[in-house]
């Protein structure tokens, strides 16, 4: 390694005589006093860097590459690897992403500090979405356990097996607002409502990046998709993006506020246009609202390709407009789309961009890089024995166990179906879900190795006292690989329901595992039809008219249309995609080791033709029907407008009573409210206890109820407990269209309880 990347004050001195030529005396006294002090803050690290960097240096910072080629292979010898590979050489790329494991990362950030100029060290990302190499329950799933010390430490985990394979900043969390269940990547998110979104994101920013980011077990987070990505039209991915100003200030960006707030690093652009123009090159959303208003000293990241792509959404001519027009937006760092490497220069040299733009950009992925303690020692994640013993690990498995157990949510248990016995039953396991061992990581996972979860049929035979037997019944898919690009569904393969027959009508109890396979959600995935897909709906109809006696456990990375199911089938269990450990987590469910006590993060339809759909709507001037038989209102005429499982709903082995709901108006912006919580059945059990309001009137229309506090509390039989929430200004105001902040005086009203379907309430007003 050169001398003077060894410490970085070495790197300085030799920055000082290079431009002391230039420099005034006071200024070069002041530069060598800064620089010869052993606590010299970043920001003078990162001024005395940028002072000794030519133009292209600095553009380099903004360039970020894939891992294009194999870095123990042979050099590339031409076409486009060969000119990325000389990039890298000259310094001209500061960040590569899906390069991981210490071997491959050692080796390209060798060449990077050692083969280069000036010896800056890459920043290298990867999608640690949830997980690494062992898989938490996705994103979605998570959100449903409603436990932020359970979504943080989750984050923690990830983290650390990340950073122990040579990762130091992840794509994660999403943020993104999300009311349609078509959408592929609402499995990538925390669900539909912005305050508990908001309360996610902070925790999972503080989980991957820690209370130190230079530490060797944390990563920089990275905020996306910068904005309104989920508010695609008709739940289709990448297409366009149509909203008012009040659900932009209001629901789509205080996550990515709060998130900001919490330290998150970098933030990402989003696919989508904005008021007809492209986020990337949005300035709106970028220098005045990120950078200005909320003064975000981390950088923004463009999605993959997403500069280039503003030629095809007809808003670049070309892609050196396109790079002209992100780079003045604000957008600092090009992944993959290879123009703020190709086109820049000339770009500054032409005067159409500003070069205080490009050493801004530079500035604030120098500033992350130095936060990470990355010039300290440029090999710092690349620790082979940390790797070995990290990966893997039995705190790592204990602990994403304990979030798939707490994301299970319990949809229906009548006549106390669940749990199971854990002895003398005959169980019939039916489903191809229950032995797959690859779905149930889900997707972006790619990190994982197929076939490392548990399966469900893994887990119940961990439990031996009872007779268990399982046949597929039905294949769901024909082949699956990593990252599978498209999935051969069975649409017609029905001969496995006559075994799957026979099976069932000598059970006890039949449990059948259907669902989505963990590729039929995620990016580029929406659905235009979210019933079960495949052959499972008939193959659940024809086991039922042999045994009744049925829990669906359903497998799957959005909310489904279950009518059916919820119609005839007397217990059902959302157990989503839930990682390595899945099966060890509905099993023990299943069986009463652990009382399942998730909320849905958003909510579940009657039918798609609902979409989107979501409790927090708005009133009309007709809500509600007039009188009886009146057509006139806002209504369907073929199905209800009520969900059929609501945001915040999901049960327990035991029950709750909610009594004692008080209210006290302290003052103008602060009201108490205190509610009484009895745990009514005859087992120990947690429930969320919900707070939502209502703000009567408002110069902007506000929800019919929103969410505006909880807490998960744990209570044993008979036990009562006196919950205690403070709405403060940011629970009681709103946001104009604006984008001000408002608090008004008027009458509100609030609602406790175990969902959003809550009809526990008390008025209040606010002079």
């Avoid at 986020?279 to 997403?306: C, M, P």
Wanted: with cysteine; net charge negative.
């Amino acid at each position: 390694m050169k001398d003077y990347i060894k410490t970085y004050l070495q790197l300085v001195c030799i920055g000082l005589l290079l431009v002391s030529c230039n420099q005034t005396d006071e200024k070069k006294l002041a530069i060598s006093t800064v620089n010869t002090n052993l606590n010299t803050t970043i920001e003078s690290k990162v001024d005395s860097l940028l002072a000794i960097m030519t133009l292209e240096e600095k553009i380099g910072q903004m360039n970020q590459y894939n891992g294009f080629w194999d870095v123990t292979g042979p050099v590339p010898e031409n076409g486009d690897a060969a000119k990325k590979y000389d990039d890298l050489r000259k310094g001209l790329v500061g960040s590569m992403l899906n390069v991981r494991g210490v071997k491959d990362v050692r080796a390209v950030q060798k060449i990077a500090v050692e083969e280069t100029r000036l010896g800056i060290p890459l920043i290298i990302g990867f999608d640690v979405i949830h997980g690494y190499k062992t898989i938490s329950p996705i994103p979605l799933a998570e959100s449903a356990s409603w436990d932020l010390e359970a979504i943080k430490k989750s984050a923690e985990v990830a983290a650390e097996e990340a950073a122990a394979a040579g990762i130091n900043w992840t794509f994660a969390p999403m943020v993104d607002i999300s009311r349609d269940a078509r959408w592929g990547r609402v499995m990538e998110g925390s669900g539909e409502d912005t305050y508990l979104s908001s309360k996610i994101a902070v925790a999972r920013v503080k989980g991957f990046q820690g209370e130190d980011l230079s530490a060797h077990n944390t990563i920089a987070a990275c905020a996306k998709h910068f904005a309104g990505y989920g508010f695609a039209e008709s739940g289709r991915d990448y297409n366009t993006v149509d909203v008012g100003t009040s659900t932009l200030y209001n629901t789509i960006l205080p996550p990515f506020q709060a998130a900001n707030e919490a330290g998150v690093r970098t933030f990402m652009n989003s696919f989508n246009e904005l008021n007809g123009v492209p986020a990337t090159g949005n300035k709106y959303l970028q220098r005045e609202i990120l950078k200005h208003q909320w003064d975000f000293t981390g950088f923004v990241v463009s999605d993959w390709g997403s500069i280039a792509e503003m030629i095809a959404h007809g808003h670049a001519k070309d892609g050196t407009h396109a790079t002209e027009l992100a780079v003045n937006a604000g957008s600092d760092m090009d992944m993959e789309s290879n123009l703020y490497v190709n086109e820049l220069v000339t770009l500054v040299k032409e005067g159409k961009v500003d070069e205080q733009f490009i050493t801004d950009a530079a500035r604030r992925i120098l500033r992350v890089k130095f936060e990470l303690g990355l010039f300290d020692d440029p090999y710092k994640y690349c620790n082979e024995e940390r790797e070995q013993s990290v990966t893997g690990s039995k705190e790592i498995q204990d602990a994403v166990l304990d979030m798939a157990k707490k994301s299970i949510v319990l949809l229906k248990n009548e006549n106390n179906v669940l749990p199971l016995k854990k002895e003398g039953q005959k169980i019939a396991v039916i489903g191809a879900l229950a032995n797959d061992k690859t779905s149930p990581l889900g997707s972006w996972r790619i990190g994982a190795d197929d076939g490392t979860a548990v399966s469900v049929l893994e887990g119940l035979k961990a439990y031996s006292g009872n007779q268990i037997t399982y046949t597929k019944g039905a294949d769901l898919v024909y082949g699956q690989t990593v990252f599978a690009r498209e999935l051969d569904i069975n649409v017609s393969d029905k001969s496995g329901f006559t075994e799957a027959k026979q099976v069932a009508k000598q059970a006890d109890v039949v449990i059948m595992v259907l669902g989505e396979h963990g590729f039929q959600s995620g990016e580029g995935r929406s659905r235009a039809d979210i019933d079960l897909p495949g052959v499972q709906q008939e193959l659940l109809e024809e086991v039922y008219k042999v045994n009744k006696n049925i829990v669906l456990v359903l497998n799957n990375g959005r909310p489904l249309s279950i009518n059916w199911a919820d119609e005839h089938i007397p217990a059902i269990v959302e157990a989503w995609h839930l990682g390595t450990q899945s099966g060890n987590a509905i099993a023990q469910v299943l069986y009463g080791d652990y009382n399942p006590s998730g909320k849905l993060p958003m909510t579940f339809p009657r039918s798609v033709g609902q979409l989107p759909l979501y409790y927090n709507s708005k009133s009309t001037g007709r809500p509600n029907m007039p009188s009886p038989g009146e057509v006139f209102w806002s209504h369907y005429t073929d199905v209800s407008n009520t969900p059929l499982y609501p945001f915040g709903y999901g049960l327990s082995y035991t029950t709750f009573n909610y009594t004692n709901l008080k209210v006290n108006v302290v003052s103008n912006n602060t009201v108490e409210v205190s509610v009484k919580l009895t745990n009514t059945g005859k087992l120990k059990g947690k429930e969320v206890v919900q707070l939502y309001m209502q703000d009567l009137f408002a110069s902007v229309t506000r929800p019919v109820k929103e969410l505006k506090g909880f807490e998960l509390v744990e209570l044993n039989p008979n036990e009562s407990k006196t919950i205690n929430f403070t709405l403060s200004k940011n629970e009681l105001g709103f946001y104009s269209n604006e984008g001000k902040f408002l608090l008004e005086p008027g009458d509100f009203k609030v609602y406790v309880g175990g969902s959003s379907n809550t009809t526990l309430e008390a008025k209040f007003t606010l002079e």
